[in-house]
């Protein structure tokens, strides 16, 4: 199984942005897939994920009702779509599934 971010950026305070994280070697709905992200000089934190029915999602309180996660199976992509983005929101972002990671995607959030 292998997962690629995209997406990434400057963004400022406020803004939005929309990460992707491709999957390849078998199919979203074999498992469940999740988002984190790590800020310098901390550990890595969760931040969304989605079972692998697609019917549950759960937030960090930090981003719930900012973020929002979602995928497309016929793609084997899934998303990370951001509001209202903060300065604490800062980190590389990690797509996860099962014991697999990709290689993260930078978020800055600054003015």
């Known amino acids: 199984l292998q997962l690629v971010e995209s997406g990434g950026g400057l963004v400022q305070p406020g803004g939005s942005l929309r990460l992707s994280c491709a999957t390849s070697g078998s199919t979203l709905e074999e498992y469940a897939t999740g988002w984190h992200r790590q800020a310098p000089g901390k550990e890595r934190e969760a931040v969304a994920c989605i079972s692998s029915s697609g019917r549950s999602t759960n937030y960090a309180d930090s981003v719930r009702g900012r973020f929002t996660m979602s995928r497309d199976t016929a793609k084997n992509v899934v998303y990370l779509q951001m509001n209202n983005l903060r300065p604490e929101d800062t980190a590389v972002y990690y797509c996860?599934?099962?014991?697999?990671w990709g290689q993260g995607t930078q978020v800055t959030v600054s003015s």
């Open positions: 996860n599934a099962v014991l697999y």
